[in-house]
């Protein structure tokens, strides 16, 4: 090409605006941008722009009163704020979700320990009762006089017990155990749907 | 079929069918003031005064490709659907050519009247413009930046409503 030559900006406003219809609407945009001349050729261009407008938003209205440039720029305008406020309320749905499961995921966390306590307490009886039996047979037998003292004094201490304690708590161990197991697997599910949730928040935001 | 003689602005003469050049609207009109003026017989010598030699066996080119048999010339002949494929082909590659030359060629296309080549040019030339900054624009072209400043930045903020949307508020 000549230095200096601009054979774009000789052709006429027909042929520049028959360009100009083959754009789409960012390339039409940055056209205008170019120079002050196809920047007017360009916002006169109206066929170009009722083509943009019905491209953009279907059949357009039947009467116009304004331009089709300005009732494009108005439409779209609209229809980017209603895009905004969908896009606002969207995210604080999805905001409101991820805390409410992560609420979710820390009482159940909480009721997980609660539960493992519970079972450590009935474990650590059942164990002190086991220990108290153990002490009482030892006693029926001859043990020297300092340890046979000493099992005493423990044996005395512990609460008397009977069998039936014993069965109680192995039943109430299996019941925590249970629980404990239900409570495992919906943390699971939850932490699952949070992560799910967090990411769809992440997406939404990154748009 | 009738042949008729195309004579570009430096006095080079190309003969054509009159089928291939009925493909320009201008030559059409001409050839058929010509008919009715010298009858039927004499030799149509068609001058084109506003069209180059060069840029004249680039259009010829087009016309008499766009005119072999089983072509859609006016909407008669049935179009094959290899043959369409072929020569949207055929289009791809004729357009491979420098931007002065298509130039020319749109310039050429207008004033001949050429529907079909005109079509193909804006859209040759729209595809040199598209995905293009306004400067990347500029370069290409050989164009100024001929705007005040502060009338750059209205035009860019009135323009921001077609751009804004999702791109640049996903930034922020």
């Known amino acids: 090409m000549r230095p200096g030559s601009c054979p774009i900006l000789t052709l006429n406003d027909e042929l520049l605006q028959l360009i100009a219809a083959q754009l789409e609407l960012e390339d039409l945009c940055n056209l205008g941008r170019v120079s002050s001349y196809l920047n007017i050729v360009i916002n006169n261009a109206d066929d170009v722009w009722k083509g943009i407008y019905s491209q953009s938003f279907g059949s357009p209205p039947g009467s116009a009163s304004s331009s089709w440039r300005e009732q494009f720029r108005d439409r779209a305008a609209e229809d980017s704020r209603k895009r905004k406020l969908l896009r606002q309320a969207r995210i604080m749905r999805v905001r409101s979700r991820v805390h409410i499961l992560e609420r979710d995921v820390h009482r159940c966390q909480q009721q997980i320990n609660t539960e493992r306590c519970r079972v450590n307490t009935c474990v650590a009886e059942k164990q002190r009762i086991e220990q108290a039996r153990q002490l009482g047979a030892a006693l029926q037998c001859w043990q020297p006089e300092i340890v046979k003292n000493h099992h005493e004094a423990l044996f005395a201490q512990t609460p008397i017990t009977d069998e039936w304690r014993t069965r109680e708590l192995d039943m109430e161990i299996q019941d925590h155990k249970l629980a404990l197991k239900g409570l495992l697997r919906s943390l699971q599910v939850q932490s699952a749907q949070l992560e799910k949730q967090r990411m769809r928040l992440q997406a939404i935001l990154g748009e | ?172």
């Open chain 2, 1 to 172: 079929m009738r042949t008729v003689i195309l004579r570009s602005s430096d006095g080079a003469d190309h003969i054509v069918s009159s089928e291939a050049a009925s493909l320009s609207r201008t030559v059409q009109s001409l050839l058929e003031e010509l008919e009715a003026k010298e009858g039927e017989e004499s030799p149509l010598i068609v001058p084109l005064p506003n069209v180059c030699d060069c840029t004249l066996r680039k259009v010829l080119q087009y016309c008499i490709q766009h005119t072999e048999p089983g072509t859609n010339l006016t909407g008669r002949i049935h179009v094959s659907e290899t043959r369409r494929r072929d020569l949207e082909v055929w289009d791809r590659n004729y357009m491979l050519v420098s931007t002065d030359e298509l130039y020319h060629l749109v310039m050429a296309a207008h004033y001949l009247n050429v529907p079909g080549l005109l079509e193909l040019c804006c859209e040759g030339i729209a595809n040199l413009i598209r995905g293009k900054s306004p400067q990347h624009v500029r370069q290409h072209f050989g164009l100024v930046n001929n705007f005040e400043k502060a009338e750059e930045e209205d035009i860019r903020r009135t323009n921001l409503w077609a751009l804004v949307d999702e791109k640049e508020l996903a930034k922020k």
